[in-house]
């Protein structure tokens, strides 16, 4: 079993609709989750962080964290083209100062017109 | 500076030439990652520094990779004897420091090639 499972897309959704992206994790001590936009050819770009049971919104953008089913969300509302990209789900369940990110391998997301 | 530095951007280099790739992170960033992504797949994790020391290197796939670190700035990344299943992007993050609460922030990468 993965660390990091994410399903590869790609996901295409009409522009304005929600987009749903999700991930799960296996190690139950996970800390803290991040989600990242990856556009082709470019490098990674923090979106999103939650640390807390239940929902986090940031503008179109809400993140959701289950813990007790080790199950994090990307909600992109109002979809858009240049959303278009990949979605990385990242997972830090180091304690202390000994910790790394360890990513999913992405969601692509097509946004249509 | 502003954002994460990496040079080259680019490298093209032949089989069996030692490489060296350079990450700047942001200035009072305390922790730097390095990673790996081979075209088409996700990030690979390959080390990381805490200031100059660096408490997990279980990520470097051969011992033909080291990695160090000065101060609490700039990092390079050494590849002996390149072979051409190391051909990649290496991208380079800093963090704050390496708690569990802080996401990264990535360089541009380099771009490597082995012909």
């Known amino acids: 079993q993965k660390e990091v499972e994410q399903n590869s897309g790609p996901l295409s959704v009409p522009e304005g609709a929600i987009a749903s992206l999700n991930c799960t994790y296996s190690?139950?001590?996970?800390?803290?989750f991040f989600w990242y936009r990856q556009y082709s050819g470019k490098s990674p770009e923090l979106i999103m962080s939650?640390?807390?049971?239940g929902d986090k919104e940031d503008g179109r953008f809400t993140a959701q964290l289950n813990k007790a089913s080790q199950y994090v969300s990307l909600l992109i509302r109002d979809s858009q083209p240049s959303d278009s990209a990949t979605y990385l789900c990242?997972?830090?369940?180091?304690?202390?100062?000994?910790?790394?990110?360890?990513f999913g391998t992405g969601t692509r997301l097509q946004v249509t017109l | 500076g502003a954002g994460v530095s990496q040079s080259p951007s680019n490298k093209v280099t032949e089989k069996g030439k030692d490489v060296e790739l350079r990450c700047d992170p942001i200035?009072?960033?305390?922790?730097l990652y390095w990673y790996r992504q081979r075209l088409g797949q996700g990030l690979e994790f390959l080390i990381y520094?805490?200031?100059?020391?660096?408490?997990?290197k279980s990520g470097l796939p051969s011992d033909r990779f080291s990695a160090e670190r000065t101060g609490e700035s700039v990092s390079t990344l050494t590849i002996q004897r390149t072979q051409q299943e190391d051909s990649a992007v290496y991208l380079c993050?800093?963090?704050?420091?390496?708690?569990?609460?802080?996401?990264?922030?990535f360089g541009s990468g380099t771009r490597l090639t082995v012909v």
């Open positions: 993050a800093s963090s704050l420091d390496s708690s569990t609460f802080y996401g990264y922030t």
């Open positions: 190690d139950r001590v996970s800390q803290s």
């Open positions: 939650i640390y807390s049971n």
């Open positions: 990242a997972v830090n369940k180091g304690t202390g100062t000994a910790s790394k990110l360890t």
């Open positions: 200035s009072g960033h305390t922790a």
């Open positions: 520094f805490q200031g100059n020391s660096a408490p997990d």
